[in-house]
């Protein structure tokens, strides 16, 4: 499990748009990385549209936001212009980088135990250690509080 005050793992992910992003190329700025469990449902969308309405106050505290799922790079592409969503979304299809940052966990609905990601948020600073971690993320508020964290650096 992933402490505060630990180094954060070193991950490439693609990106909708083409590119792919390298944690440890951000060094230098802040990174706001968050786990999400599926493109377009409701807490995922109120989540990404919330980091989205706050892109702003993010960049002028110097920090990127970053969100990850499983979900391909083409659906995050129609997720992203369904709801003009304005940051990055990265696609960990084998889950890799979900399981280094312990997101990828046992979770149950409606009686039935299944793997997922459990919704968190990391907060990494610009020399690449973990300074805050949100595990199973509630969404209201949860945004303001990541932002108040980072200005608070």
């Given at each position: ?65 970053l969100g990850v799922s499983k979900d391909t ?19 960990d299809a084998d889950s890799d980088v979900c399981e280094r940052y312990g997101v990828w966990a ?48």
């Amino acid at each position: 499990m992933l402490d505060e005050g630990a180094p954060a793992p070193d991950f490439t992910l693609p990106q909708d748009g083409g590119d792919d992003v390298t944690l440890s190329h951000l060094k230098g700025k802040t990174v706001v990385l968050y786990f999400y469990p599926r493109d377009d449902t409701s807490g995922c969308t109120k989540q990404a549209v919330a980091f989205t309405e706050h892109t702003a106050a993010f960049e002028a505290a110097g920090a990127v936001v970053l969100g990850v799922s499983k979900d391909t790079v083409a659906k995050h592409g129609k997720f992203r212009a369904k709801h003009d969503l304005g940051i990055a979304l990265l696609s960990d299809a084998d889950s890799d980088v979900c399981e280094r940052y312990g997101v990828w966990a046992e979770k149950s609905m409606y009686g039935k135990t299944y793997l997922g990601i459990e919704r968190s948020t990391f907060i990494i600073d610009g020399t690449g250690t973990v300074r805050k971690i949100w595990r199973k993320v509630k969404v209201p508020g949860h945004v303001e509080a990541v932002l108040d964290a980072v200005k608070a650096l």
